[in-house]
């Protein structure tokens, strides 16, 4: 470590320290009161490029709230009512597909949709002895599937979804 200029060479470390400290806060109160003096015309700068700013983005945030309130509160259209029907009608088709894998793994038709899966789904199964139906509703059009029916209907229902 250097020693600064005219001080003798028997100053201990914490000397030098508050030393170097001292000088520290003595050039920072210096560069304020030089800053303050001519800080008048920087703080008309300052003023200036606010006013700018200010008077440049807060039309374009009003006009971006405004178009948030008129066009962004409505809910997007993410599925049209064809595919939403397409979608209960291929559930249907799954869960027909998991009451035969089970039937044919147990012997016997499941006690409800929980057994294969489909408890949360939207479907309402009744079984009855030998056979089963299966009901569910997309908007106000009920779907219906009985056991033995033709699935044809249900499981060309992804096709309307991939158009």
Known sequence: ???????????SRPELASE????????KLEERRQGSSGGGKNASARQRRFR?????????F?????????VGSKPPTVFTQE??????????????????????????????????GFAEEGLNYQ?????YVITAMSGDVPYTYRSGDDLTFFRDAPQVMMQ
């Open 1 to 11: 470590m250097t020693q600064p200029p005219g001080k003798g060479p028997n100053l």
């Open 20 to 27: 170097l400290v001292h000088d520290i806060l003595k050039n």
């Open 52 to 60: 700018l700013a200010f008077a440049i983005l807060l039309p374009i």
């Open 62 to 70: 009003l006009g971006l709230a405004a178009w948030n309130v008129t």
């Open 83 to 116: 595919e939403i029907d397409a979608g209960v009608r291929f559930k249907i088709f799954l869960a027909v597909q998991a009451l035969k894998a089970y039937r044919d793994s147990t012997g016997q038709w499941p006690a409800s949709l929980a057994y294969v």
């Open 127 to 131: 079984q009855q002895d030998t056979s």
